[in-house]
């Protein structure tokens, strides 16, 4: 297992629309065994693969809930979303620094592969529910700074600006 390099807002990677995988072989768990530590390294509660550089749909979770333990999953999609929304403030590994209120439904059920290439089906509420949305849309090149309000996100940008001086 090897910590990678977390890309930054600004790289490219993170506006791209991420591939699926065909095969979940070793190739994609050591990439998922990589993003754990990676995110662990980071204190993180989730990460996708585009944060690594790799513009692949493979996304790993750790919410460090009793009940969940940490896991990868690839090809994940959103089947199902609650029709109560949630407020709660979000971060990225991204984005280091910023953080914002986002709103988003409170209740999702994710299915996908697991490191196993076994289907499986994740019925997420609360804090997992706003993991897996915040890093399934870092799959299609969204970030949380795109699901704020243009006021706050050009205050967000304007921050980031003077964080990376
Ligand atoms: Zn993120």
Redesign the pocket.
């Known amino acids: 297992m090897a910590v990678r390099e977390i890309r930054l807002l600004g790289d490219p990677v993170l506006r791209q629309k991420a591939e699926p995988v065909e095969e979940v072989d070793d190739e994609i768990r050591e990439l998922i065994d990589d993003m754990l530590e990676t995110m662990y390294d980071a204190d ?1 509660v ?3 693969a585009p ?1 690594v550089g790799l513009s692949r749909r493979v996304i790993v979770v750790d919410t460090r809930e009793d009940d969940v333990a940490p896991f990868g999953l690839v090809n994940p999609a959103i089947v199902e979303t609650g029709e109560e929304r949630e407020r709660g403030e ?6 280091p620094g910023l953080k914002e209120i986002v709103e988003r439904p409170s209740r999702v059920v994710v299915e996908g592969l697991d490191r196993d290439g076994n289907p499986v089906r994740i019925e997420a509420e609360g804090l997992l529910a706003r993991v897996l949305q ?2 399934v ?2 799959l299609d090149g969204v ?2 700074l795109d699901r704020v309000s243009a006021l706050k996100r050009n205050m967000l940008l304007k921050r980031w600006k003077k964080l990376r001086k």
């Open positions: 993180g989730g990460l996708a944060q979000e971060g990225c590994l991204s984005i915040h890093e849309d870092h970030l949380f």
